[in-house]
Nanobody, 124 residues
Framework: QLQLVESGGGLVQPGGSLSLSCAAS????????IGWFRQAPGKEREGVSC????????NYADSVKGRFSISRDNAKNTVYLRIHSLKPEDTAIYYC?????????????????WGQGTQVTVSS
């Protein structure tokens, strides 16, 4: 059964850090780029970051550059998103998704497999 399962979300104070994981199973993980998206209440889903199949190429939304770092371990079928200097506006449900390629984060329709999401709340 094809699955993407996010974990690592939680409540964190502004300025804090989190590490999200996206564990994949049921498909050829290393054939796909993986992206992270987020959706805040009342807002559209937006792309945060993506990483290519082999991990050599990554892309970040301007709003997270310098604070978010994406990586993958194909031996573990897992992609990680490390988040630093968290801000209240980072509060959202974070989703990972699989795509044939890591390109513009606006091309959300290219992502064909999705996880259920993990909640990140940034609040004092």
């Amino acid at each position: 059964q094809l699955q993407l399962v996010e974990s690592g979300g939680g409540l964190v104070q502004p300025g804090g850090s989190l590490s999200l994981s996206c564990a994949a199973s049921g498909f050829s993980f290393d054939y796909y780029a993986i992206g992270w998206f987020r959706q805040a209440p009342g807002k559209e889903r937006e792309g945060v970051s993506c990483i290519s199949k082999g991990g050599g190429v990554s892309n970040y939304a301007d709003s997270v550059k310098g604070r978010f770092s994406i990586s993958r371990d194909n031996a573990k079928n897992t992609v990680y998103l490390r988040i630093h200097s968290l801000k209240p506006e980072d509060t959202a449900i974070y989703y990972c998704a699989a795509s044939p390629r890591c390109r513009s984060l606006d091309l959300i329709d290219e992502y064909i497999y999705w996880g259920q999401g993990t909640q990140v709340t940034v609040s004092s």
